[in-house]
């Protein structure tokens, strides 16, 4: 079971390859299986019923939770309102039977996110393969990875796990080589860093391996961890089961005096976790001291509890409990000790792999704690697909007082990148005037409707011969076919350009920009405007027609839409003096609100669905955002008769309702709206 950085994890599958022979290496396969939503999705379009059929019964079915995978005989049983439609509906029983019979069922073959299998002779002696339908050349194999490991042909399985922070670790390690010539030998840090330390106390955990999130946060910031065996019980600790010890684990670490043991024999084993069980390891241990196991017959207990085979359990507990009574415990401390015990009998980490994920999650917390810009500009070009995160990810940095850029031609390379020494100015944020502070700039590439092409034809040019001083300057060096007007439009709108014109004018005049670069390009042997011989009658001229400058809410959309988001402000901005400073923001609320309470939001419409009942009525479904994130909101035909003014694309406006979870994605149903 290995894990690499996320965007190598194929150089390590080649690297098998090559080794141990191309016939012999393969990726595992994984049979993606019809679950109750899309059961009930396929079988409604199958029977030729409208979309909104479908998803009506879809959207009732919750999401599974702790492991355990939601049916459609549960879902029955769990929400009466699926119960009465089923009841009532003819179409909807008839929906629901047919994807009964279905559920469970393979749907499709794809590649398992880790699973890699190595043979020592021909893979084709043992399983069937197939080359992947998405990715051509890859060859996985037909069985699944019980088919393929010790359950089935009992050929040698790994895991090749690619984890995106391992990567991100690495690209912080290369730029603060670069920006701040400083030489960071991650895998021997310091362990007891003060400034990290009081970082994970104060809950800054955005963008930090296995510490990020907010119960996890919550934690942290009750625990004040002062070592590294504090973050690795804490990896260990938060997951079902284990995770009801938590706050036992802080109240200890705080005050010494309540730690206890149900019996002496095990201060030896639980004395750096406060008396609490938090490893496997420790199971393992009290079970050979405490039950008289041998390593081998614990090591069994330990697959048990793996396994979460309720028989094996039951058996294995008749077991410990009676070597508990051989070796010295009385019934009731017997008993005590079991019911510590079996919280992890599903989820409990042994100890090395929680010491792997707590080094690595402390080399994040260092790395963010001691070069903020640096780290927070990896974690950006790592995330840089997903717009949700990248909006989180710099609400953070705004958080820690680190500028957000738009792109721009003199300072941007491929993805995100941090400028030094931005002199700060009279209406700067981010503290005094007259010091200087890092910034992070969007790369070219983050640009949508831009190619990377053009992109590395602008960098390597500035590279060449110095940053563009006019706007002339750029249009006659760079001589790439892929400026067009897409591009050029592109770089114009979102701020790449705002050094070299203002926006509204050179959109104005973008049929001529280009006229003039074709033209500047043709005349030769030229080094720049700057050089040329006396006979100019050959280059180009170029006058600007005036226009009105681009205003703020159009630069804003602008950004929003070749960016993904909003960067040199915010529409909410405008308002800022009319919200209240104690509402929560819709990360927030998604975060702390439960089931069936009321919410208040305010932000974008961003997205406005209209979609029929099945009498005919209008709904809307509305997704609105701020600045933390965004969420979906239901407006019923009642509702909507008299709010439907308010829904209009771009809007900024404010809701109340109550917010819903029954899919497993927070929701508000909406009673109340209004325009800001």
């Known amino acids: 079971d290995m894990d690499y950085a996320d965007n190598r994890r194929d150089e390590m599958i080649q690297y098998a390859r090559e080794k141990y022979g191309i016939d012999k290496v393969a990726q595992i396969g994984t049979f993606g299986t019809m679950a109750a939503k899309g059961a009930v999705r396929d079988v409604s ?20 939770s702790q492991g355990f995978a939601m049916t459609i005989d549960r879902a029955l049983e769990e929400v009466p309102e699926l119960a009465t439609m089923y009841a009532k509906e003819p179409e909807v029983k008839e929906i629901i039977d047919l994807a009964k019979k279905i559920e469970g069922c393979a749907r499709h073959i794809s590649v398992h996110a880790a699973g890699v299998v190595i043979s020592p002779d021909a893979l084709t002696e043992h399983v069937p393969l197939q080359y992947d339908s998405k990715e051509g050349n890859k060859l996985i194999t037909q069985y699944d990875m019980h ?65 990020n999130g907010s119960g996890m946060t919550r934690f942290l910031k009750e625990l004040k961890p002062s070592s590294i065996h504090d973050i690795n019980a804490m990896v260990a600790l938060y997951r079902p089961g284990p995770m009801e010890m938590i706050p036992t684990y802080i109240e200890r670490k705080h005050n010494p005096h309540l730690v206890q043991y149900t019996d002496p024999r095990l201060k030896e084993i639980l004395d750096q976790s406060y008396g609490v069980i938090t490893y496997q390891d420790d199971v393992m241990l009290t079970a050979i001291h405490l039950a008289g196991y041998s390593w081998l017959e614990a090591d069994k207990l330990r697959k048990a509890m793996g396994k979460k085979i309720p028989a094996e359990m039951e058996a294995q ?22 019911k510590q015990i079996e919280p992890f009998a599903a989820y409990g ?21 001691n070069y903020p810009a640096i780290y927070m500009s990896a974690v950006l070009s790592a995330e840089s697909g997903d717009t949700e995160k990248v909006a989180e990810i710099i609400a953070e940095c705004k958080r820690m007082k680190i500028p957000v850029l738009p792109p721009d031609i003199n300072e941007s390379f491929e993805g995100f990148t941090v400028v030094k020494n931005l002199p700060r100015t009279s209406s700067d944020p981010y503290e005094q005037e007259g010091q200087t502070r890092d910034a992070i700039r969007f790369g070219l590439t983050t640009i949508k409707n831009f190619g990377e092409g053009i992109g590395t034809a602008i960098i390597a040019e500035r590279t060449r011969g110095g940053p563009f001083k006019s706007l002339l ?3 006659h060096r760079i001589k790439d076919r892929n400026l067009n007007k897409k591009s050029l439009e592109s770089l114009t709108k979102c701020g790449a350009m705002d050094l070299l014109g203002e926006r509204g004018q050179m959109l104005e005049n973008l049929d001529d920009l280009l006229k003039y670069n074709k033209e500047s390009t043709d005349v030769h042997e030229q080094d720049s405007l700057f050089g040329l011989m006396a006979d100019t009658s050959s280059v180009p001229t170029l006058r600007l027609r005036e226009a009105p400058p681009a205003i703020m809410r159009d630069k804003l959309a602008w950004e929003k839409e070749l960016l993904g988001l909003y ?48 009498k005919g009525d209008k709904m809307l479904f509305v997704k609105i955002a701020d600045t933390t994130g965004s969420i979906e909101a239901v407006v019923f035909p009642k509702i909507l008769k008299d709010l439907e003014q308010h829904f209009m694309p771009d809007a ?15 929701s508000i149903i909406i009673d109340k709206a209004k325009t800001l």
């Open 652 to 666: 900024c406006i404010a809701i109340k309702g109550r917010l819903s979870a029954r899919n497993g994605i927070p």
């Open 567 to 614: 960067v040199s402000g915010h529409p909410l901005d405008t308002y800022a003096d009319k919200l209240g400073k104690r509402d929560m923001t819709i990360k927030e609320l998604k975060e702390t609100l439960k089931e069936g309470m009321m919410a208040v939001a305010y932000g974008v419409v961003e997205e406005s669905k209209p979609i029929l009942t099945k």
């Open 349 to 369: 980490f042994n100890k090395a792999h929680a010491a792997s994920y707590g080094k690595v999650a402390y080399q994040t917390a260092y790395m963010k704690a």
């Open 45 to 64: 379009r199958a029977l030729g019923y409208p979309y909104t059929t479908g998803d009506r019964i879809s959207k009732l079915i919750p999401m599974g």
């Open 147 to 211: 088919g393929v490991g010790e359950d089935g042909v009992g050929l040698l399985k790994f895991d090749f796990l690619g984890i995106r922070n391992l990567s991100i670790l690495a690209d912080a390690v290369i730029l603060v080589k670069q920006i701040e010539h400083v030489d960071v030998d991650i895998e021997n840090i310091p362990l007891d860093d003060p400034k990290t330390f009081r970082m994970l106390a104060r809950g800054e955990t955005v963008g930090l391996f296995q510490l």
């Open 473 to 475: 300057d750029f249009l």
């Open 317 to 338: 507990k008749a077991k410990l409990h009676d070597g508990f009574i051989k070796h010295g415990l009385d019934e009731k401390k017997a008993e005590l000790l079991w």
